[in-house]
């Protein structure tokens, strides 16, 4: 059982969409990150949570500590959204990373 | 946050040679680590790499088939030896901890043919 899960592995969304991604992880955490990767694979840091929410732009991340559950949502998505977006449940320095979501955004 | 700028961006090499990545922080980080993702699969921890110490390899990663040097506090290399097809993945460096978050570079996409 992966440590991290996250859902769905792939999605498909027409411009202006909401978006929602979940992750639920099983470790105890010292935060909860999400990370989105480029096609060519460089990777940009989101969101660091270990409460509560944060709102960056159209982004939006959450985590309820107690059910060990996190989502990223977009607001008015855009094909330039189109990326792997990953949950990392962070205990100290060892992360724990999903296997990512492959968002395309359709004009 | 710390930028990093990682090098090459992708290259494609023969079996049974070696390739060398860097990356260059633009601050003094003490921890820097070295990512693998293999195709379709999630990011998987190397080493991690303290200046002025031996790096410290996860299960599964030997030092004699990923080298890697930290002479400074802002340099860091690893090199993958001897390379097989099977070693075909993204690479990535990170720095950083808390408070101020993580960074990492733009990854190193190797194909080895």
């Known amino acids: 059982k992966n440590e991290v899960e996250q859902s769905p592995q792939n999605l498909t969304a027409q411009e202006g969409e909401f978006i929602t991604i979940n992750c639920s992880y099983s470790v105890g955490i010292s935060a909860l990150h999400w990370l989105q990767q480029h096609p060519g694979g460089g990777i940009v840091s989101l969101f660091m949570?270990?409460?509560g929410k944060k709102k960056h732009g159209r982004l939006i991340a959450t985590i309820n500590i107690q059910e060990k559950h996190s989502s990223l949502h977009i607001t008015a998505s855009h094909p330039r959204d189109s990326a792997v977006y990953i949950c990392?449940?962070?205990?100290?320095?060892?992360?724990?990373f999903g296997t990512g979501t492959s968002l395309t955004v359709i004009p | 946050s710390a930028v990093i700028s990682q090098k090459p961006s992708r290259d494609i090499c023969q079996r049974g040679t070696s390739l060398t990545i860097q990356c260059q922080v633009d601050s003094q980080v003490t921890m820097m680590f070295w990512y693998r993702q293999q195709p379709g699969q999630s990011l998987t921890l190397i080493a991690t790499?303290?200046?002025?110490?031996?790096?410290?390899?996860e299960s599964g990663f030997v030092i004699d088939k990923f080298p890697i040097s930290r002479p400074n506090l802002t340099f860091s290399t690893l090199t993958v030896s001897n390379m097989s097809p099977e070693d075909s993945s993204i690479y990535l460096c990170?720095?950083?901890?808390?408070?101020?978050?993580?960074?990492f570079g733009s990854g190193t996409r190797l194909t080895v043919v």
């Open positions: 949570l270990s409460s």
């Open positions: 790499a303290n200046q002025g110490s031996e790096a410290t390899y």
């Open positions: 990392a449940a962070r205990e100290g320095n060892q992360f724990y």
């Open positions: 990170s720095v950083g901890g808390p408070p101020g978050g993580y960074t």
